[in-house]
């Protein structure tokens, strides 16, 4: 009798790809390791790739996470799966970084992914994350105060740029995003499969433990389809965030000016480290509607590498003359000082944004 099946999006996956399962033992990543290999050995519509796994030990919990490596090898020796092996030291690199632990070992993670994209060893790593991560994701960035893009949250699909010339680029994939954990968990006991507990999913010291396990249970009491409407609300702003790139894309050559206006026409580009520098005319900004300013300025200065919050770029709508605070002039010479190190001067006809080291 053939195992149960747990179905997985399997849209960017096509037969001879290069497929490696990222699984820490717990139910998520089991589960889609599990349901991929089913897949792959079927008798009828077999996914046919290669698949292999990956597993990193983040040197953050001691005894525990030693056994979770121990388990995930067994795994994947009954299973026949080849499996990649990275041991990190996260609190280590916490003290010289000053990341978090969540973003240190998230940023460890994926690097080492990348370089089992690099070296040929994959084509795409897929991540087990759930609709029930979607959605606390959602909630985690709006309670942050998201843009838009943020909203977005985690992405089906990710690509993942050649780390040297000639190696082809990979990807990331997420073909759980619109499997409940519920479903997992019954899918997994169906096939009497155990797993590993991560004890520190129930430490409410992280923020996204506490949405888990507070808020979000509070929040169902109000809408009981929360879970489902989050990520509904994420698919429709990462919709939409690729909508406005494509008009952005199309406006942006023709309104971001480089450098400053000099006399007798023409514009001075400084080739100084340090001195990158954008413009734009009064009267452009001035001939769009308030949802396409707001996002000319964030890209402008996502150019120069920097990235506007909400009230920096009210502070340069402001400084343009389209918004009224009391905390900034609005005339010709006037100044800001803003974050990572973006200037921002406002001359008679123009908005210039530099960086100043």
């Excluded at 096939?191 to 249970?217: F, K, M, V």
Aim: proline share 6%; aromatic share 4%; with cysteine.
């Amino acid at each position: 009798m053939p195992p149960p099946a747990l179905l997985f999006d399997r849209t960017n996956i096509k037969p001879g790809d290069r497929i490696c399962v990222a699984i820490s033992g717990g139910a998520d990543s089991v589960a889609l390791l599990l349901a991929v290999h089913n897949a792959n050995t079927a008798k009828r519509d077999a996914l046919g790739v290669g698949l292999s796994a990956a597993h990193v030990h983040h040197g953050i919990r001691p005894g525990e996470a030693d056994t979770d490596q121990q388990f995930v090898e067994a795994l994947c020796a009954r299973l026949d799966i080849p499996l990649h092996l990275h041991s990190a030291k996260i609190p280590e690199r916490v003290a010289k970084t000053g990341e978090t632990i969540e973003e240190a070992a998230r940023n460890v993670r994926y690097d080492f992914f990348a370089s089992l994209i690099a070296t040929g060893e994959a084509d795409a790593i897929l991540t087990a994350h759930t609709l029930d991560d979607q959605a606390e994701t959602v909630l985690m960035k709006l309670l942050r105060g998201a843009w838009t893009e943020g909203l977005s949250a985690i992405h089906p699909i990710v690509q993942v740029p050649p780390q040297t010339p000639g190696i082809r680029p990979g990807k990331i994939l997420r073909p759980f995003l619109n499997i409940r954990r519920a479903e997992i968990e019954a899918y997994l006991n169906q096939l009497n499969q155990p797993w590993c507990e991560d004890s520190t999913n129930t430490d409410t010291a992280y923020t996204r433990n506490r949405i888990r396990h507070e808020l979000i249970p509070q929040l169902r009491d109000y809408n009981p389809h929360l879970d489902q409407t989050l990520a509904n609300l994420a698919e429709l702003a990462r919709e939409e965030e690729a909508r406005w790139q494509i008009e952005l894309n199309r406006l942006l050559p023709q309104i971001l000016l480089p450098g400053k206006p000099v006399r007798g026409g023409g514009r001075s580009v400084s080739t100084a480290p340090g001195q990158s520098a954008v413009a734009i005319e009064l009267d452009r900004l001035r001939s769009l509607d308030p949802a396409l300013r707001r996002r000319v300025l964030r890209a402008a200065a996502r150019q120069l590498g920097a990235r506007l919050s909400f009230d920096e770029t009210s502070r340069l709508l402001a400084l343009c003359g389209f918004l009224t605070l009391p905390t900034v002039a609005a005339r010709t010479g006037a100044a800001l000082h803003l974050s990572s190190q973006l200037r921002a001067e406002r001359s008679h006809r123009e908005l210039r944004l530099f960086l100043q080291k």
